[in-house]
């Protein structure tokens, strides 16, 4: 079972920066993606940036600019810079990834979540 724990939250004035970190242990099968994603206070969770394994990175316009996401492959590991923090990002931030199965049916694809954690900026 993989499982993922994240580090690196806080709290941050607005205009600071924050580095996420994400560990995977127990990644068996291929990883397809591995991403970020938050969720406000009342809010639906919302990718913020991911990096497949295959493929272009993309971020949500909202943060381009400001974040960075990288992959250190060998670790399984993925982090997330963030500068120029804002107050609307205020989240708790999760750790996605997605892993590629050959089943029966062809490939499949499992998701695995971190536990979240919690960025806050203040004005």
């Known amino acids: 079972q993989v499982q993922l724990v994240e580090s690196g939250g806080g709290s941050v004035r607005a205009g600071g920066s924050l580095r996420l970190s994400c560990a995977a242990s127990g990644v068996i099968f291929r990883i397809k993606t591995m991403g970020w994603y938050r969720q406000a206070q009342g809010k639906q969770r919302e990718l913020v940036a991911a990096?497949?394994?295959?493929?272009?990175?993309n971020y949500a316009d909202s943060v381009k600019g400001r974040f960075t996401i990288s992959r250190d492959t060998a670790n399984n590991a993925v982090y997330l810079a963030m500068n120029s923090l804002k107050p609307e990002d205020t989240a708790a931030y999760y750790c996605?990834?997605?892993?590629?199965?050959?089943?029966?049916?062809?490939?499949?694809?499992?998701?695995?979540w971190g536990r979240g954690t919690q960025v806050t900026v203040s004005s």
């Open positions: 990096i497949p394994t295959d493929g272009d990175t």
């Open positions: 996605k990834v997605t892993t590629t199965e050959v089943g029966l049916q062809g490939l499949v694809d499992y998701d695995f």
